[in-house]
């Protein structure tokens, strides 16, 4: 992930959440110290995330429709899941990435 990519998965995050996170919220995302976490997210959104941050917010962009469903989480295209279910099933399991970020962000 590059530094562009992290500034616009932001906003694309802010957009799936409706609600505008700011760069301490993305280092609270992260699991970043409070008050450094925030400088760390602006210096990344410039030469993008080092380390197992890049792969944790990767997993999180699934909760925008904007980002594909990663292969190790893609349950849904799977023969015993009937087709007229799999678009309901993606937007239930968006949904609930969209609560894991509120609960890590309360």
Same mark, same amino acid.
């Given at each position: 992930?590059?530094?562009?990519?992290?500034?616009?998965? $932001?906003?694309? +995050? /802010?957009?799936a959440l409706g609600k505008q996170l700011s760069a301490a919220d993305m280092a609270r995302l992260c699991g970043l110290a409070p008050g450094a976490g925030a400088d760390t997210i $602006? $210096?990344?959104?410039? /030469?993008? #995330?080092?380390? #197992?941050?890049?792969? +944790? +917010?990767?997993i999180?962009?699934?909760?925008?429709? $904007?980002?594909?469903?990663?292969?190790?989480?893609?349950v849904f295209d799977r023969f015993n899941i009937p087709e007229a279910e799999r678009p309901a099933r993606r937007e239930e399991f968006r949904e609930k990435m969209r609560n894991e970020i509120r609960e890590r962000l309360e």
């Open positions: 992930m590059t530094g562009p990519e992290l500034k616009q998965l $932001r906003k694309d +995050l /802010s957009d $602006r $210096r990344w959104e410039v /030469s993008g #995330p080092s380390g #197992p941050a890049g792969k +944790l +917010l990767a999180l962009a699934m909760a925008s429709d $904007r980002y594909p469903i990663l292969d190790n989480f893609n």
